[in-house]
Every structure is written in C-alpha cells, then in structure tokens.
C-alpha cells in the first residue's frame, strides 16, 4: 500500500535539531489522491488504494505517525470526512481524494450518558469523544458483541452511516455499567435490556 503525505511543511511530528519533537497534528489536507468518477456523475471504485499513517487508537485517540494529535478541533475535523466502506476499511474522504486509515476497534467513544423520560418511550442519548451527542433508535440501534475468547460484552451505538457497516461509538465501561443499571432495574421477565425511543435493545447473548 503506498502512503500518501501531506506536503513536509505541513507535517508534525518531525523532529528537528536540537529540538523535541511535537504532538502530531495531522496532515492539513488530503493532497496526493485523485478522484475518478462515472460518467453519471456517481464516485466510482478506480480510485487508487492509498492510505495515511493515521491510527485510531480503542480509545478513541487519533495518532499520525505514532504521534497522538493533540488538537481537539482538528481530529473533529477528519472525523466528519471519516467513512467505512463495505469491506469494513476505514478513509478519510473528500469530493475529490480520499485516504486510507487504521482503526483498532470503533471509531468513536461514548463517554457519557443520558435519560429522558421511562419506559418505553424514554430517549437514552449519549455523547462521544468528539463531543457529538447521538439517541439510540431504530436509526442509532445499540449492540452488544461477546468477545468468544473471554465472553466479556461489547457495547456499541451506531453513529452514522448505514448500519451494520457505518461508524459506531464504543461505550465506555462506566457508561455501560451505567446502562445495565437501567436494564437491571427493570421489572418482568424476560432478557436483560432497555428502551430507547420505542426499541427495544437487548444487553446479554442470545
């Protein structure tokens, strides 16, 4: 896979004589990959399969080169041209270029939780790394993975995207925790889990 760089004045991370290398901020564009289109107008799949040296961390932090980056406004930047393509990859795209990008699990986080309302008809939305607040529902639905090796639960919420292969946001642990407080004090029978906005998502394995 050849690696596409943003122009070397543009880069962080590098270190120079005598002097400390600084957190990475990140390419300050997509320059370097070009767009093909079809002739009705719709993006096609020649464009070439090049990537950046960008990695999302589980926990949620953006690393250029090995180098966390450390501007806030500017990971939320990438992050609105963050997309996942059917085969699972993660790029970074724009009308006109697009990059390649490693992602360790999700790539986002929630990190805090919010109720409204009970019962069925209560929103449950929560609020990512990025400082995006989503509310699980039929269009965000929330999942739990079970790890096969240690049968520990992973919970999800879809960000954005078509579901099943769009961006989510991993719930942290306290959130999750916070989460199944909800599913435990609910009453009846049944399996473990809560409603949001009329759906009903379950939190324990089939």
Known sequence: MTESKPDAGSQAGQQTAG???????GPADLTGLR????????????????????????DGTWFYHGSPIGRLPLVKLFATVLR????????????AERGRIRVDDA?????????????PNQALSFRTNLDHWVTAGAEHPIRVAIDPETG???????VRGDIGRGLEARLNRPV????????LAGEGEGPAGVWSQGVFF???AA
């Open 19 to 25: 002097t400390a290398a600084p957190a990475a901020e």
């Open 35 to 58: 767009a093909a289109t079809t002739s009705d107008g719709g993006a096609s799949d020649t464009r070439p399969d090049e990537g950046y040296d960008i990695r999302i961390a589980r």
């Open 84 to 95: 996942r393509d059917e085969a699972g990859d993660y790029w970074l795209i724009t009308p």
């Open 107 to 119: 790539p986002f986080v929630a990190v805090e939780m919010r109720r409204e309302g009970e019962g």
């Open 152 to 158: 520990e639960p992973g919970p999800y919420i879809h």
């Open 176 to 183: 999750f925790y916070e989460l199944a407080d909800l599913a």
């Open 202 to 204: 379950r939190l324990e």
